[in-house]
């Protein structure tokens, strides 16, 4: 049996041939140099499309731009522009098997999860965000002054739309991560220019052009193709962009920080994260296994939010390790695209080669490493690896992996694993695994990072905000938090 992308559905192939390259103002631009898209699975090519460059950065800004300025999608009433985005979740709704296959065929993920997730997900998150549309709100405020005599005052705020958004994506789930961003701006009013990453560019086109279907007005959301260090510098630097919102790597963020305030445009950054599980003598152990397995392995570790180092109490230790181990030992290595395999592709050979380097250096340093790694087959697959009895020290345990790499390491005090824990420099997610209520309501407001769950792991809701603490970034997604963040908040004083 097949699962390249002949053994996609007519739509995909479709699309595949129709897509050739950025996406501005409503119409695909073929002009540029060609790069391949590939299908992790084989290496194979999957499409060409031609990327963009400086100056074509510099247009699809321009016409964002136009956009904003000629308030085509911004004066359309909060009910319209509602209706308009309410229409867009059918659309993804309704073309969602299509475009699960084709984040699948790009990504390399478990179509399962590409329909569940990425997808379905998604068709929440937009219909959630849609409502805010129509409920922003500013304040009145009292004032106090008293000069000149006799004056009166009306005052309140106002919450308008912050202008043109750069977002930049990464290349782990870029559909569901473009409309995390390109949602709640376009809720708030804003027109949006975004760039995918050059791995995954594909379902974002698609995208783009069901933002036009469902009513969004050309110009408003458009997609530039291109490298990281040409268009992604040239969006985060460009005078004309009032807010750059970024997810990636902390280096990269960093550099999008800078660029952002040298001309003063606000700026939000999701960087990942070396997520810890803390798993308390009282755990209940088949819960804490399976929210490993779930945390840990979703989308193979290619998740911001991924548990990867794992504090066990030295009482439950060789039995967690044993239980993973077992869980993920010959679990069949296939294509996202069939539905039978467990183990599917990293984005990229590059990542397969980072994450199987990793394994290298850890077993290097005497790590014991109880299952996978390599898999001998074309594609760029990882099996999950289960590193037991680790030391906090090791590189395994301190730096983001983005693999299927489960390190676990044993604890004797609380106080000592509540130390470990927040002995990182990153802090984007924890989770805290007990049965005991007290145990919990006491730690959970001690461990340094921006989400903390108890007793479940990688449980994302539109309504509840997630960002980073410390080295995982600045700012909130989800939520009306989300939406504010695209706004400018103006004070407006009427004298009487
Ligand atoms: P990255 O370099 O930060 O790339 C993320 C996005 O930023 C891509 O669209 C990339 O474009 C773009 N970019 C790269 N350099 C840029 C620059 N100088 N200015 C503006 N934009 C730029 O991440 P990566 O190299 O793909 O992955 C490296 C590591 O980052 C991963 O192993 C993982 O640890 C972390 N990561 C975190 C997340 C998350 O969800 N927080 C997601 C992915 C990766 P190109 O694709 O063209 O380079
Ligand atoms: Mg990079």
Redesign the pocket.
Known sequence: MSYDKMSASEPVQAFLERATGSFIDGRFRAQGNARDVLDPATGGRLATLAEGDGALADEAVALTKASFDDRRWRDLSPAVRERILLRFADLIERHGEELAQIETLNQGKSIHIARAVDVGFSVDFVRYMAGWTTKLEGSTREMSIGMPEGAQFNAYTLRQPLGVVAA??????PLM?ALWKVVPALAAGCSVVL?????TPLSVLRLAELAIEAGVPRGVFNVVL????V???R??EHPDVHKVT????????K??GH?AVEHMAHFSL????KNPMLVLEDADLDKAVGGALMGGLLNQG???AAASRFYVHRSLHDEFCRRLAEAVDGMAAGPGMDPQAQVTPLVSQR?QR?VLDYIDRARAQGADIHVGGAVPKEGFYVSPVVISGADHGMEVARE???GPVLTVIPFDDVEEAIALVNDSDLG?AASLWTESLSQAMRLTPRIEAGTVWVNTHVTLDASLPFGGFKMS?LGKEFGPEAVNAYTELKSVCIAY
């Not at 970024?246 to 963020?253: L, P």
């Not at 999701?270 to 994260?273: F, I, K, S």
């Open positions: 930049i994506v990464p290349w782990n789930f991560i760039k995918p990453a050059s791995e291109g490298s990281g260090s268009v992604g510098t969006l985060a970024f997810t990636g790597s902390t280096a990269v963020g550099q999008i660029a999701e960087l990942g994260g290619q998740v911001c990542q980072s983001e992996v983005f984007l970034g």
